[in-house]
């Protein structure tokens, strides 16, 4: 399909909404490091129609918005339609999984959205959805196949003050010379810059083993890229 004007100006502004490099984007979604960058430049004119929905994940919008159809890229909701609630879409940034270490370059591959809406008391662009895998986080009812909001650690403190103990963290660990990397949920359990594996508490709620946020590893990199404010279940 052919990158018309209005497709060429919703990929730039998405790329300055989102505040990330072109080719951080493109790299994180599993494209090609230069896709979206070709595409600002005007050097790729067209793209495969099956690629829009990858697009639109690495852009955080629907790929409706990119062609044209709808009018707002984080609600979905289609002012040439009058603004039908039933058009509200969230992009899937990616699969949060204890234990599942994935390749970077697939590992926030997830091309698809859902009828959601970004958690209304957060700015919709500081925040990312991605889906529950497992039963790791069961314990405070968030269960495999929800599907976990959540908010740039800088928004939440913004909006809402400091994150207090208990709260549920999106945490990504990374290999560096395996060039693997583990999105999980995670509980942060105290002010001593600790992060807690939900599974290692025991009843009373003590922790049994904690992960620390700086590691002497120097192969390991440790960062909270969200804080968890909503969990929702699709009924299909």
């Known amino acids: ?129 991605f889906e529950v895998r497992g039963d790791n986080l069961a314990r405070w009812g968030i269960v495999n196949g929800m599907y976990a909001i959540a908010v740039e650690p800088s928004e939440y403190k913004r909006a809402r003050g400091d994150v207090l103990s208990g709260a549920i963290a999106i945490v990504k660990r990374e290999r560096v010379s395996l060039g693997e990397v583990e999105i999980s949920g995670r509980v942060i359990r105290d002010n001593a810059g600790t992060i807690t594996l939900p599974a290692s508490v025991d009843d009373a709620g003590r922790d049994l083993a904690s992960i620390p946020l700086t590691s002497d590893d120097a192969d390991e990199r440790i960062s909270i890229i969200g804080i968890v404010t909503i969990a929702v279940s699709l009924i299909s």
């Open 1 to 129: 399909m052919e990158i018309t004007a209005t497709m060429l100006s919703r990929v730039r502004e998405r790329v300055t909404d989102i505040g990330r490099g072109p080719t951080t984007l493109a790299r994180e979604a599993g494209l090609d490091r230069g896709y979206i960058r070709d595409i600002l430049t005007g050097r790729k004119k067209a793209i495969r129609y099956e690629m829009l929905p990858q697009l639109a994940s690495a852009l955080r919008c629907d790929p409706r918005y990119l062609t044209g159809e709808i009018d707002d890229p984080l609600t979905g909701e289609s002012q040439a339609q009058g603004g039908d609630p039933s058009h509200r879409f969230m992009a899937v940034d990616g699969v949060c999984e204890t234990g599942a270490w994935q390749r970077h370059a697939t590992a926030a591959l997830f091309a698809k959205t859902i009828p959601v809406l970004p958690d209304q008391r957060f700015d919709a662009r500081l925040q990312r959805c």
